[in-house]
Nanobody
């Protein structure tokens, strides 16, 4: 069993920055990728980006590319989402998730609210 706890959400003005953290715990934690997703009110959850745990390779959806950066601290089982140049349309609940076996995202955090005011 893996537990994921996100932190770092909040209210920020457009153009500002926020950094989200997600720490994983569990008896034996293994990750293939760790990803970030978001869900805006009235919309479906969408993929934001991910990082491969071993190599640290990242991938982003087009809408956040060049504004968001995913990184990890393997020693602390923590992944970060640095969000810069935030826009009101980035407002959503942000979730981290872990893909432990390379098949699907099988553990999810509780989510953290990010609100960007115009």
């Amino acid at each position: 069993q893996v537990q994921l706890v996100e932190s770092g959400g909040g209210l920020v003005q457009a153009g500002g920055s926020l950094r989200l953290s997600c720490t994983a715990s569990g008896r034996t934690f293994r990750a293939y990728t760790m990803g970030w997703f978001r869900q805006a009110p009235g919309k479906e959850r969408e993929f934001v980006g991910h990082i491969t745990w071993n190599a640290g390779n990242t991938y982003y959806t087009n809408s956040v590319k060049d504004r968001f950066t995913i990184s990890r601290d393997s020693a602390k089982n923590t992944v970060f989402l640095q969000m810069d140049s935030l826009k009101p349309e980035d407002t959503a609940v942000y979730y981290c998730a872990v893909n432990t076996a390379g098949i699907r995202y099988d553990y999810w955090g509780q989510g953290t609210q990010v609100t960007v005011s115009s």
